[in-house]
């Protein structure tokens, strides 16, 4: 590890002049600590051109790995001192609709644990309202929900907006419609999310207020049964943007169409979490990297 930290800061000098001052290390001992790293792993890893140093292939290879390790080390370190601060790993408790455990929470809690590894969450489920009563009560230190909510004593940070879009199994007929908008919905089969959802409140406003009535076959509330229906079935379905990512709409063979009207219809996903008491520093530094992660 040592060795390999020396060697990502004399590629970063392009010198072992420079670097060793860097280092504090004079330059024969450099160079001596740069020869035994080429020893031990057995390739050459500079070309040597005058007092220019160029990386080889095998060089650049080794270069990333340093930094990679680099970046593992300081996140321990970092660890390490929340441990010795607190005796213990720090625990953050969320409490979690099903849509956004399904849409939002796999990503966002893979970065937060990408700086904080060390740290225990726990998680519960509900339907929004029961979040709201889970944070009211302290039941859990954060909710994270598809929707504003106006609570008193409780604060809503908004991480992002998201709507709904139609989602097409290869081969469907309307793929290949130039223009489609919400009218095209009326009695087409679809499979929608089960009744007292958010996502199917959102939908049932928008069919009244358009005058559509979808031929629904299915009402379930998990996306990932969704997906797999639909392409079984070759039906059509809404699902929120957020979470349709490239590579799911790839292996499902899947074609998603923007309405116009579904543009329009948005849901906000939120944080909650009590306003009057101040939070635990893990707490404080999930609310805080998940609005950086969402851009807020």
């Not at 979808?214 to 059509?236: G, H, N, W, Y």
Request: proline share 5%.
């Amino acid at each position: 590890m040592e060795l390999l930290d020396v060697f990502a800061v004399v590629v970063e000098q392009a010198s072992l002049n420079k670097a060793s001052q860097v280092l504090n290390l004079s330059q024969p001992a450099l160079s001596r600590k740069m020869m035994k790293l080429e020893e031990e792993l057995g390739v050459e890893l500079f070309i040597r051109k005058g007092k220019r140093l160029e990386l080889t292939k095998v060089g650049q290879l080794c270069y990333e790995h340093a930094l990679e390790l680099r970046h593992l080390e300081r996140k321990f370190k970092q660890a390490l001192v929340t441990y010795k601060a607190t005796g213990k790993p720090s625990s953050i408790r969320l409490g979690a609709s099903l849509t956004t455990l399904q849409a939002t929470l796999p990503d966002l809690i893979t970065f937060y644990l990408g700086e904080f590894p060390l740290t225990e969450i726990k998680l519960l489920t509900g339907k929004t309202h029961e979040i709201v009563t889970m944070v009211r009560e302290n039941k859990v230190d954060v909710g994270v929900v598809a929707s504003k909510i106006n609570v008193p004593g409780l604060r809503c940070e908004p991480l992002f907006d998201d709507h709904l879009c139609l989602v097409l199994p290869l081969g469907h007929p309307c793929i290949d419609r130039a223009a489609l908008n919400v009218k095209d919905l009326h009695e087409l089969p679809m499979i929608l999310f089960s009744k007292g959802t958010w996502y199917r409140v959102l939908m049932d406003e928008l069919f009244q207020r358009s005058a559509v009535a979808p031929e629904v076959q299915m009402e379930i509330d998990s996306f990932e049964a969704i997906i797999r229906l639909v392409s079984t079935c070759k039906t059509a379905t809404l699902l929120p943007k957020s979470y349709l990512r490239d590579d799911l709409i790839r292996n499902n063979e899947l074609v998603l169409r923007n309405l116009p009207e579904l543009e329009r219809t948005t849901r906000t996903t939120s944080l909650l979490f009590a306003e009057a008491a101040a939070p635990e520093p893990a707490v404080r530094q999930f609310i805080d990297k998940s609005l950086a992660y969402f851009g807020g």
